[in-house]
């Protein structure tokens, strides 16, 4: 069964930081690149950052210019998990964050989203 789990969202103040996490099973996770999405409300779902499933592929990583020099995505293959590190937060930041997976074939799977809300 494929699973995606998210988790690390939460509340926190501008300027702040959040580490989110993406646990995958249920497929060979080195062989998916691993994306982050992020819907606000009233808005469409986009794309945050992506990461390939090997570093041969010099499109990735590649961000979202919104969050450009402030988040980073990476992975850890021995763990079947994603990272999102997320520094100097803004309010503007505040979505549900989603990870995806998706091979080179038809497979396409998403998790089931963290919160994330920056507020003072």
């Known amino acids: 069964q494929v699973q995606l789990v998210e988790s690390g969202g939460g509340l926190v103040q501008p300027g702040g930081s959040l580490r989110l996490s993406c646990a995958a099973s249920?497929?060979?996770?080195?062989?998916?690149?691993m994306m982050w999405y992020r819907q606000a409300p009233g808005k469409e779902r986009e794309l945050v950052a992506g990461i390939s499933s090997t570093h041969r592929n010099t499109n990735y990583p590649n961000y979202a210019d919104s969050v450009k020099g402030r988040f980073t995505i990476s992975r850890d293959n021995a763990k079947n998990t994603v990272y999102l590190q997320m520094n100097r937060l803004k309010p503007e930041d505040t979505a549900v964050y989603y990870c995806?997976?998706?091979?080179?074939?038809?497979?396409?799977?998403w998790g089931q989203g963290t919160q994330v809300t920056v507020s003072s």
């Open positions: 249920g497929f060979t996770f080195s062989n998916y690149a």
């Open positions: 995806r997976a998706q091979s080179l074939g038809p497979e396409d799977y």
